[in-house]
C-alpha cells in the first residue's frame, strides 16, 4: 500500500518555464512533508519542507504548496534551469513519529 | 566529516555471499535511516535507529537483513546469503531528533549509497 503517491513517472519542460510536480498521500496523520532532488549515483538532497501548519512555503524557485483537505502537495520551480533535471521524491511523515515514506519520484528534463 | 559517508560504494557479490555495508552519519545526528532503491523504482524504508535502538524494523525485506548501529554512530547493514532481487543501491540518511513528541522536523541527510550487485 503505498502512502505517498506521485503519478507522474517523468515531465518535460522548457528551460525558464514552470515546472510542477505533483504528489499525493493517504495517511491523513502526515503533517510534515518533504521535496528531494536526486542526481545518478548521488544520493537524495533536501530542498524544500512544509509543516501541515501551513499551505505554502518558498525558498527561492522553489515554492511548495499543500492542500490538506485533499491531501496534495506540489512543487513549483520557477524559472525552470537546465540543473534542475533530476529526480524528485515526495516524503511524508507524522512528528511524532520518525519513519519518512518517499514516493516513487518523477523524473524531470529541462530542455535548454 | 562533514556529510553522511557509506563504503563501499559499489560492491559485487556472488550468490549465496554475505555482505556488510557500511554508514557513518553526520556527528550529532541521533536519527539513522537506511533505505533501498531497487532499478527504476523509489525509496523503500528499510529501517530506522533512534541512538542505537531500532524502533521500526518493519521494512526490512526477510529475515536475510539485519543492521545494527554502535555509539550513536556508525551503522552497519548485513545482508546474508545474497540472492540476485537484493541488488539495488543502499542509501543510508542521518538527521537530528529532538524526541518523538518534539514539534522539531529534521530533514534528513543522505549519503551517496552503496550500489550492491548480486551475481
Known amino acids: 500500500d503505498q502512502q505517498v503517491k506521485q503519478n507522474s513517472p517523468s515531465l518535460s519542460v522548457q528551460e525558464g518555464r514552470i515546472s510542477i510536480l505533483n504528489c499525493d498521500y493517504t495517511n491523513s496523520m502526515f503533517d510534515y512533508f518533504l521535496w528531494y532532488k536526486k542526481y545518478p549515483a548521488e544520493g537524495p538532497t533536501f530542498l524544500i519542507s512544509?509543516?501541515?501548519?501551513?499551505d505554502k512555503n518558498e525558498d527561492g524557485r522553489f515554492t511548495v504548496f499543500l492542500n490538506k483537505s485533499a491531501k496534495h502537495l506540489s512543487l513549483h520551480i520557477v524559472p525552470s534551469q537546465p540543473g534542475d533535471s533530476a529526480v524528485y521524491f515526495c516524503a511524508a511523515k507524522e512528528t511524532s513519529y520518525d519513519k519518512v515514506i518517499f514516493g516513487p519520484g518523477t523524473s524531470l528534463s529541462v530542455i535548454p | 566529516g562533514a556529510g553522511v559517508s557509506q563504503s563501499p560504494s559499489n560492491k559485487v557479490t556472488e550468490k549465496g555471499k554475505d555482505v556488510e555495508l557500511r554508514c557513518d552519519p553526520i556527528s550529532g545526528h541521533t536519527a539513522l535511516y537506511w533505505y533501498r532503491q531497487r532499478l527504476g523504482q523509489g525509496l523503500e524504508f528499510l529501517i530506522y535507529?533512534?541512538?542505537?535502538?531500532?524502533?521500526?524494523k518493519s521494512g526490512l525485506p526477510s529475515d536475510r537483513f539485519s543492521a545494527e548501529r554502535t555509539g550513536e554512530s556508525v551503522s552497519t547493514l548485513t545482508i546474508q546469503r545474497t540472492q540476485q532481487e537484493d541488488s539495488a543501491v543502499y542509501l543510508c540518511?542521518?538527521?537530528?531528533?529532538?524526541?518523538?513528541?518534539?514539534?522539531?522536523?529534521?530533514?534528513?541527510?543522505f549519503g551517496n549509497g552503496t550500489r550492491l550487485t548480486v551475481t
Open positions: 540518511a542521518s538527521s537530528l531528533l529532538l524526541g518523538t513528541r518534539s514539534s522539531y522536523n529534521s530533514p534528513l541527510h
Open positions: 512544509i509543516s501541515s501548519i501551513k
Open positions: 535507529f533512534q541512538g542505537n535502538s531500532a524502533p521500526d
